[in-house]
Antibody, heavy 116, light 112 residues
Framework: AVQLVESGGGLVQPKESLKISCAAS????????MYWVRQAPGKGLEWVAR??????????YYADSVKGRFTISRDDSKSMVYLQMDNLKTEDTAMYYC???????WGQGTLVTVSS | DVVMTQTPPSLSVAIGQSVSISCKSS???????????LHWLLQSSGRSPKRLIY???NLDSGVPDRFSGTGSQKDFTLKISRVEAKDLGVYYC?????????FGAGTKLELK
């Protein structure tokens, strides 16, 4: 069965950094584009970032709200996808979900809270 | 950005009733490959979202055929026949045709 398991969330102060991770299993990870999607408390879903596969040069795409501050990456040898979040803002507080291409599969999420 | 307008924002239904949710996009969702990347997701209370339908009308594995998706270009509909208690939650439409990918605001399906 497909599994996506996020980790690394926590409480950080504004302007700090945090890196969250997602471990994938049950499908051919190296063939799949991967995304991060977030959901602020009580709000809807917001797509954050996408990373393509090796044949597509691991091309990355970002929402304007995080461009220049967040970096998505992947390690196909470990079936892992990461989100490096720098210069965090209070408005980045959300549950962060790892999802596979076209939102086919979702993890359980990891909560990131940015507060002083 | 492509704006996804979902209506209604909420629905109260009785078990066994049928309901429809509308999703309209501000631009055509037909991609250059001819496919339409419009999907429907369900987020049950306290859970992660789960995709039910992909590319307008294709049911994901394990999704009962009480669910159906129709539409084209900019106008899409999710229909749920014979609603069951496990169908309750928030339904989202989502597009992966244009960057940035965007979601509808959600339709909350509740028991009457």
């Amino acid at each position: 069965a497909v599994q996506l398991v996020e980790s690394g969330g926590g409480l950080v102060q504004p302007k700090e950094s945090l890196k969250i991770s997602c471990a994938a299993s049950g499908f051919t990870f190296s063939n799949a584009a991967m995304y991060w999607v977030r959901q602020a408390p009580g709000k809807g879903l917001e797509w954050v970032a996408r990373i393509r596969t090796k044949p597509n040069n691991y091309a990355t795409y970002y929402a304007d709200s995080v461009k220049g501050r967040f970096t998505i990456s992947r390690d196909d040898s470990k079936s892992m996808v990461y989100l490096q979040m720098d210069n965090l803002k209070t408005e980045d507080t959300a549950m962060y979900y790892c999802t596979s291409s076209h939102f086919a599969y979702w993890g359980q999420g990891t909560l990131v809270t940015v507060s002083s | 950005d492509v704006v996804m307008t979902q209506t209604p924002p909420s629905l109260s239904v009785a078990i066994g009733q049928s309901v429809s949710i509308s999703c309209k996009s501000s631009q055509s969702l037909v991609y250059s490959d001819g496919k339409t990347y419009l999907h429907w997701l369900l987020q049950s209370s306290g859970r992660s979202p789960k995709r039910l339908i992909y590319q307008v009308s294709n049911l994901d594995s394990g999704v009962p055929d009480r669910f159906s998706g129709t539409g084209s270009q900019k106008d899409f509909t999710l229909k749920i026949s014979r609603v069951e208690a496990k169908d309750l939650g928030v339904y989202y439409c989502a597009q992966t045709t244009h960057f940035p990918y965007t979601f509808g605001a959600g339709t909350k399906l509740e028991l009457k």
